[in-house]
């Protein structure tokens, strides 16, 4: 079953190297070593729910990076008792529900995969408040009549929704629900208000959702999920605010050359198969298209489709499903350049998630968008 996006593996590699003196967030000298070489900070990580202070002091205590892996200065946590409750099921944002020409296609470049964090994502750890605004939850209406978050997608325009097509439709159905809700700007889902230190939030946008579309070529019975994208179309515009932006996609004409790198972000499961109620983020390699190939021969897998992570506990969970493969451009513009398919168990090593390429389905997404905006 797919659990609520977005998102995110912690990498378990052991940081080599010499440590480093450092100075923790409460004054006393220490060293700069792995996140996962310092027992108190990652014991702190491994909450859940996760507390908002932990959020706070785990991000003053980073203290650089090597490769993918973060690295703190070690030292214990200060104690502090901190109320948390989840969010509760939010009445839907009231927005326009009139037909914009503008809605007709996905946001133009000058108006999309801006970047409001500056240069901060810079390898796999906690977000911030801001980053990655156009990041999407999708919300179920179970059969017992509550809503549950299983998946994640990207908005692209102020009334469409890009995902997977195994989000829309198929086993989700039966296993959770039928999709009924999108919410937007979220960044703590065991939190009525985000704050982190003493800047809060907006509070999430929660739109009721019109239409799904899975793409025409996509079925279950394919294992290996060719042609797994979707789009949402929402029931009112969502309202752009600091929070609440619109991704980018590629051009149908870029390449993505092995090692490059991407990012996943998201609600997903950790490496103990616990979701994280806090947004993450991974930066994570292209995988090479056909060692991916050999590995995954069983679901032959398809020119439409690519590769990323592939290294120990690396890589987006099916915890993911439906949330963002995603670059930065040399300019700062983000796109998203892939789709959350599905993996080989989660964050194994040598085994890369497998994503579907939106570089291929350009066309489809433009026409969809296009002449469901009525």
Not at 117 to 125: E, L, M, P
Request: net charge negative; charged share 20%.
């Amino acid at each position: 079953m797919w659990k609520s996006l977005v998102f995110f593996v912690s990498a378990l590699i052991w940081s080599f190297g010499s440590s480093q003196d450092c100075t923790t967030p409460t004054g006393s000298r220490s060293n700069c070593v792995s996140l996962y070489q310092c027992q108190p900070l990652y014991n702190a990580f491994e909450q859940r729910p996760l507390p908002t202070h932990v959020v706070s002091y785990l991000g003053r205590s980073q203290c650089g990076f090597e490769g993918y892996v973060p690295r703190v200065c070690c030292g214990p946590l200060p104690e502090e008792q901190e109320a948390t409750s989840a969010r509760p099921t939010q009445a839907p944002t009231q927005g326009s529900s009139d037909v914009f020409p503008e809605d007709s296609s996905p946001a133009p470049r000058n108006q999309c995969g801006i970047d409001t964090t500056g240069d901060r994502v810079y390898g796999g750890t906690i977000t911030d408040l801001d980053e990655f605004p156009w990041m999407a939850l999708l919300g179920y209406r179970t059969k017992k009549g509550t809503t549950s978050y299983q998946c994640g997608g990207v908005l692209v325009n102020h009334r469409y929704i890009l995902t997977a097509a195994h989000c829309i439709t198929g086993a989700i159905e039966q296993a959770v629900g039928t999709l009924i809700t999108v919410r937007l700007g979220e960044y703590d889902t065991q939190q009525d208000v985000d704050c982190i230190d003493s800047v809060c939030a907006d509070r999430p946008q929660e739109i009721r959702v019109a239409s799904a579309y899975p793409h025409p070529g996509y079925s279950d019975k394919n294992k290996n999920r060719q042609d797994d994208i979707g789009i949402v179309r929402l029931a009112t515009r969502a309202a752009y605010t600091y929070y609440v932006q619109p991704i980018c996609l590629i051009d149908n004409r870029a390449r993505l050359d092995t090692g490059s790198d991407v990012y996943v972000a998201g609600w997903g499961k950790t490496l103990n198969g616990r979701n994280s109620p806090i947004k993450l983020k991974l930066n994570l390699p292209i995988f090479n298209k056909q060692e991916c190939d050999d590995k995954h021969r069983g679901e032959v897998l398809s020119s439409v489709q690519i590769c990323a992570g592939g290294v120990f506990a690396e890589d987006a969970c099916r915890g993911d499903s439906g949330g963002p493969l995603m670059k930065k451009t040399p300019n700062g513009i983000w796109e998203v350049v892939g789709v959350v398919s599905f993996g080989y168990g989660c964050g194994r090593d040598g085994w890369p998630g497998v994503y579907t390429s939106v570089a291929r389905y350009i066309d489809w997404i433009q026409n969809t968008i296009a002449s469901s905006n009525v």
